[in-house]
Each structure stands twice: as structure tokens, then as C-alpha cells.
């Protein structure tokens, strides 16, 4: 499977995301689909999405990290990342 993620990396990971998503002219994040595909891009580069890197225990709590940060900066963002980490 490859290297496990702990909480300390993860939440470092979605921080350098973060940042580079306030980059963005957030207020078209959710307007503009070639935005969203960038910001969505960046973070799947930098493993915010790779849930299977945890321990299925913990998968709660780093989604509610992950959800509670993407709302604050986009609400079509945060969509995204609860249809691809459903189930």
C-alpha cells in the first residue's frame, strides 16, 4: 500500500494546499470550472484525497478537518471532496 500518513502530515499537506489555494480569485472558485479543476488539482497533488493513507479508523476525523476547511474557501470544492471520499 505504500507509506501511511499520520495526522501531523496531513493537516501540513491540506495547510501548503491551502495556501496556494488563497491564491485563487476565490470568489470565481465556484463560478468557474477551469478554477476549480486547478484548485482541485492541487489538492490531490499534494494527497489531501488519499484518505487510504490512514488508518480506516481515523478516516472521520481527517474528513471533518478536510470538509471544515474546504467550506470556509469553497463550497463546490468541499462538494468535490465529499463525492470522492463517500462511502
Not at 5 to 29: G, Q, R, S, V
Not at 30 to 47: G, R, V
Not at 70 to 82: K, P, W
Amino acid at each position: 500500500m505504500g507509506k501511511r500518513m499520520d495526522i501531523e502530515e496531513y493537516e501540513e499537506n491540506l495547510k501548503i494546499a491551502i495556501e496556494k489555494l488563497k491564491t485563487f480569485p476565490l470568489h470565481e472558485l465556484d463560478t468557474n470550472p477551469k478554477l476549480l479543476k486547478e484548485a482541485f488539482d492541487i489538492f490531490y497533488k499534494h494527497e489531501v484525497f488519499s484518505l487510504y493513507k490512514v488508518e480506516l479508523s481515523e478516516h472521520n476525523e481527517y474528513k471533518f478537518i478536510l470538509f471544515s476547511t474546504l467550506t470556509q474557501y469553497s463550497g463546490s470544492l468541499a462538494f468535490l471532496a465529499i463525492q470522492i471520499l463517500a462511502g
